[in-house]
C-alpha cells in the first residue's frame, strides 16, 4: 500500500509520481478529481508565498480524465495585487494539460475587523464521532476510497438524495509533508456528488466537469464536513452543492458541474 497520493520527483521539484490511492470510482485507470485537485492546492500555496495572505477561492477546470500517470505542476502569479491577487496552476501529463485552476489569495485583516458577532458564520453539524464510518462500495482492492475515512451524519452511498459527511484524509497528498487546510478541504470537496447522489452508481455516470471551492476560513483538525445535495435535470446536466464545515462551524461552500448519463 502507497503512503502518500503522490511521490514528489527527487530530480524535479515540479513533477510528481501518482500512486494507486489517487484512483477514483469511473475507471480503474484514471484518478479521483479530489487527489489532483489537492496537488494543484499544493502547489499554488507554495507559489511566491507572501505573509500574511491567505488562498479564499480555487476553481479547478478538470480538461479531461486523468491518468495514473506523472504529473508536472506549473504555477504562476498571473494578476499581483497588494491586497488581492490571482494565482494560476496547470497539471500535465507527458501528453499535455488535464487539470487547470485559479485561485484569489487575499491579504488578512490585521488588525482583524470588528465583525457583529450576529453576523459571523454560525451553526454545527453531527461530529465525526458521532456519525458512521462507512466503506465506499468499490471492485478495486485500492484507490481514493482507501485514502480517506468517511463518515455519514446523514445520509449513504446507497441513500439516494442528501447528505451530511465527514472526510479525513489518512494520507499525506504529497509524500514527506503534512496535508494543509487547503489541500484538505480540496480533496474531500470533491466527493460532494458522490456523497449526495441521486442516481444509481451502477447504471448512471455522473462526473463533474470543475470544482470550485470558496472558503472564508481554513478549516481546523483533520476533518472536512460536506453538508452536499445534487440537483439533477433529465436534459443531463447537474449541480452539486456542498456546505462546507469544521468541527467549530462553517468554513465556505463548494460546487460542482456535473455530466450525467447512462454508463457504457
Same mark, same amino acid.
Given at each position: 500500500m502507497p503512503d502518500a497520493f503522490y511521490m514528489p520527483?527527487? *530530480?524535479? +521539484?515540479?513533477?510528481? !509520481? /501518482? *500512486? =494507486?490511492? *489517487?484512483? @477514483? +470510482?469511473? /475507471? +480503474?485507470?484514471a484518478q479521483h478529481a479530489g487527489p489532483p485537485s489537492a496537488l494543484l492546492g499544493h502547489a499554488l500555496e507554495r507559489c511566491a508565498p507572501r505573509e500574511g495572505f491567505q488562498i479564499g477561492r480555487v476553481a479547478v477546470e478538470i480538461l479531461g480524465p486523468v491518468p495514473l500517470a506523472p504529473l508536472t505542476v506549473r504555477t504562476r502569479v $498571473?494578476? +499581483? @495585487?497588494? /491586497? !488581492? =491577487?490571482?494565482? =494560476? $496552476?496547470e497539471l500535465s501529463t507527458d501528453r499535455g494539460p488535464v487539470m487547470r485552476a485559479n485561485a484569489w489569495r487575499f491579504k488578512l485583516a490585521d488588525p482583524p475587523l470588528a465583525v457583529p458577532a450576529e453576523f459571523l458564520p454560525s451553526g454545527i453539524r453531527p461530529l465525526p464521532e458521532a456519525a458512521e464510518p462507512v466503506q465506499f462500495p468499490s471492485d478495486q482492492p485500492v484507490g481514493f476510497h482507501t485514502g480517506i475515512e468517511y463518515r455519514f451524519a446523514e445520509g449513504s452511498f446507497m441513500a439516494m438524495g442528501p447528505a451530511v459527511c465527514w472526510?479525513?484524509?489518512k494520507y499525506p497528498i504529497v509524500a514527506g509533508t503534512a496535508p494543509s487546510p487547503l489541500e484538505r478541504t480540496l480533496a474531500a470537496a470533491d466527493s460532494g456528488n458522490g456523497v449526495s447522489s441521486v442516481l444509481d452508481w451502477s447504471k448512471f455516470l455522473f462526473i463533474n466537469t470543475d470544482l470550485t471551492v470558496t472558503l472564508h476560513r481554513m478549516p481546523e483538525g483533520e476533518w472536512v464536513c460536506l453538508d452536499a445535495v445534487t440537483h439533477p435535470q433529465p436534459h443531463g446536466i447537474g449541480l452539486a452543492e456542498s456546505q462546507l464545515f469544521d468541527q467549530s462551524g462553517p468554513i465556505g461552500r463548494g460546487t460542482q458541474t456535473l455530466l450525467l448519463g447512462p454508463r457504457g
Open positions: 520527483d527527487p *530530480t524535479d +521539484p515540479s513533477r510528481f !509520481v /501518482s *500512486t =494507486e490511492l *489517487t484512483r @477514483g +470510482p469511473w /475507471s +480503474p485507470d $498571473a494578476r +499581483p @495585487g497588494r /491586497s !488581492v =491577487e490571482l494565482l =494560476e $496552476a472526510i479525513r484524509l
